[in-house]
């Protein structure tokens, strides 16, 4: 069962357009959301995150939204640039972690930005 | 500065072989230290996560184990490999939480391929 899910496995967008990652969950005790940027064999980099008491999160170029009503998270790249393109993990942790801060992750968007 | 070594970087190994990676955390005490793992089409898995020596969490069942002998010290351990354990495994810490502003910072990654 899997509690954090993108759905879309890529995404393609135009160079200086808005990217816009999608991300749901089913566990309602997820309380801190995150989005990691992976290039090929690195490991994920921590790009933005945002805590379940808040709806907007904005560093740069990117912007993080929570509805949490709608178990819907979403990060928004504007513009997109050539060096975005990577595959976006979405995290959720859990506020009953028993101490550690594991994080479930969603599967990963691919994005491409095309020039 | 805090940093986090993996290796290695890559890996082949027949069915059957032991297996030991190693990950080791600088700039940086008493961390929460986790293995993952990401296989082919899946998302990151948690597999074991640590919040101090000698005390090991495992999230799935598994061909696999995990110690942590030093305090900044986790080796991922298999006595006999299985070619399902092949993907890319990569090790992460946080810091204990104590707020909202954590994340988990990842090393490089170790591409295991088990032959």
């Known amino acids: 069962d899997q509690q954090v899910k993108q759905n879309s496995p890529s995404l393609s967008v135009q160079e200086g357009r808005i990217s816009i990652l999608n991300c749901d969950y089913t566990?309602?005790?997820?309380?801190?959301f995150l989005w990691y940027k992976k290039y090929p064999a690195e490991g994920p980099t921590f790009l933005i995150s945002?805590?379940?008491?808040?709806d907007k999160n904005e560093d740069g170029r990117f912007t993080v939204f929570l509805n949490k009503s709608a178990k819907h998270l979403s990060l928004h790249i504007v513009p997109s640039q050539p060096g975005d393109s990577a595959v976006y993990f979405c995290?959720?942790?859990?506020?009953?972690?028993?101490?550690?801060?594991?994080?479930?992750f969603g599967k990963g968007t691919h994005l491409i930005i095309q020039p | 500065s805090q940093t986090i070594h993996q290796w290695p970087a890559t890996l082949v190994q027949p069915v059957g072989s032991p297996l030991s990676l190693e990950c080791t955390v600088e700039?940086?005490?008493?961390?929460?230290l986790y293995w993952y793992r990401q296989a082919a089409g899946r998302g990151l898995q948690l597999l074991f996560y640590?919040?101090?020596?000698?005390?090991i969490s495992s999230e799935v069942p598994q061909n696999l184990s995990a110690s942590r002998p030093q305090d900044r010290q986790f080796i991922l351990s298999s006595k006999k490999l299985l070619l399902s354990d092949s993907g890319f495994y990569l090790c992460?810490?946080?810091?204990?939480?104590?707020?909202?502003?954590?994340?988990?910072?990842f090393g490089q990654g170790t591409r295991l391929t088990v032959v």
């Open positions: 995290a959720a942790r859990s506020n009953s972690g028993g101490g550690a801060d594991g994080l479930t």
């Open positions: 945002i805590s379940s008491i808040k």
């Open positions: 640590s919040v101090g020596i000698g005390q």
């Open positions: 992460a810490w946080s810091v204990p939480r104590t707020g909202w502003d954590t994340e988990a910072f």
């Open positions: 566990n309602s005790m997820f309380d801190y």
């Open positions: 700039g940086t005490s008493n961390p929460n």
